[in-house]
């Protein structure tokens, strides 16, 4: 189930040079999963852009988004009281009955949607360890934001210049008996070749609609093709043809 509205701007702020928090009050009840994702429709854009939901309270949802081109460039030129109208309540997302310590894997802007589910597992009372990696030190964002959850947190940087040198594979420990991950697909990839345990992939996909209806995001797996959109974005390990 989703639902279109108009949502106010209460905040639009940078987080690092290309990275932005916004913060939007409006009807949140269709938003039920921790991974789901809203599509915003922009002034001269005829596509609603999607955006992953970091995390939503009765009154307020917050995204986090990265300057990519005009329409998140025009986003980010919006200000406090200014209305977007959005979809909300989109996608599957995450199940998190799956585990008791999983292992959270967030990448680049892959790495909002994994606060809100580890907010949910740990009001789930499981012991996450949350992953977060990024190309160079000033790019992080929300480690901190992350901390003060009560998650073990780690950090890896490409370059060495925070945290564990390398990709978050390389941070990844060894005791854990589920994975959960947003990211880019080599970073999947790469997940996928060192994993021990079962694990959730969410997908980024160009969307036409967002609700499943035009089968723009359409892709293979091992049971037959699904929608990213509605089917997804969350799709299990094993059903993922690589």
């Known amino acids: 189930m989703y639902k279109q509205g108009k949502y106010r701007i209460l905040l639009n702020e940078p987080l690092t040079d290309d990275v932005y928090k916004m913060v939007l009050k409006g009807d949140t009840q269709y938003i039920t999963s921790p991974g789901q994702f809203i599509n915003i429709a922009l002034d001269g854009k005829f596509l609603r852009r999607p955006i992953s939901v970091c995390d939503y309270d009765d009154e307020t949802v917050t995204v986090i988004y990265k300057l990519v081109g005009a329409g998140t460039v025009q986003m980010s030129r919006m200000g406090r009281e200014e209305m977007l109208d959005c979809l909300t309540g989109l996608g599957n997302g995450y199940d998190i009955s799956k585990s008791k310590k999983p292992l959270v894997i967030g990448g680049g802007v892959g790495v909002p949607p994994m606060y809100n589910l580890t907010k949910c597992l740990l009001a789930d009372g499981q012991t996450p360890t949350v992953i977060i990696g990024f190309n160079t030190k000033s790019e992080i964002f929300y480690e901190k934001e992350f901390r003060e959850l009560g998650a073990e947190v780690l950090v890896a ?86």
């Open 157 to 242: 940087t490409v370059d060495g210049s925070y945290g564990v040198k390398g990709f978050v594979t390389d941070a990844m420990p060894k005791n854990y008996d589920y994975f959960y991950t947003c990211g880019p697909i080599p970073m999947f990839r790469a997940i996928n070749s060192v994993a021990k345990t079962s694990g959730q992939f969410s997908f980024e996909e160009r969307m036409g609609c967002g609700f499943g209806a035009c089968m723009g995001c359409s892709c293979k797996t091992k049971y037959g093709s699904k929608r990213i959109c509605k089917d997804g974005p969350v799709l299990v390990r094993e059903e993922i043809i690589w």
